[in-house]
């Protein structure tokens, strides 16, 4: 998430916003956000519906118990609602190719 709030204007100055999504409640995404300097909306999905549409749930067995999480990802969504980048796990943590297809669609002036 540092990654992406380094190159924010970048990708919002070519028509993009940027949302984070977690399965952390809202006040913990609020203080992550504050202990990190992000400044773009980071949702919480709680329920990991979101997370499980995605195929991204990631399930860890602590202590006889199951704990299910996230695994890292970005996708570029288009304003139709298409998929037309993605980066999951290692991938996902330099933003690169996210924020240079970003440039690529920018809007012509």
């Not at 028509?15 to 504050?34: C, E, I, K, M, R």
């Not at 690169?96 to 809007?107: F, G, N, W």
């Amino acid at each position: 998430m540092k990654a992406f709030q380094a190159n924010l204007a970048k990708v919002e100055g070519s028509d993009t916003q940027v949302l984070g999504v977690s399965v952390d409640s809202p006040f913990a995404n609020h203080a992550f956000a504050t202990q990190n300097g992000i400044t773009f909306p980071l949702l919480g999905d709680m329920d990991a519906k979101a997370i499980k549409e995605y195929g991204l749930e990631k399930d860890s067995h602590i202590g006889g118990v199951t704990i299910t999480s996230a695994r890292r990802a970005t996708f570029l969504i288009d304003k139709e609602g298409k998929v037309v980048e993605e980066q999951v796990d290692s991938e996902a943590i330099d933003p690169t190719k996210i924020v240079d297809a970003c440039q690529l669609k920018r809007p012509a002036k």
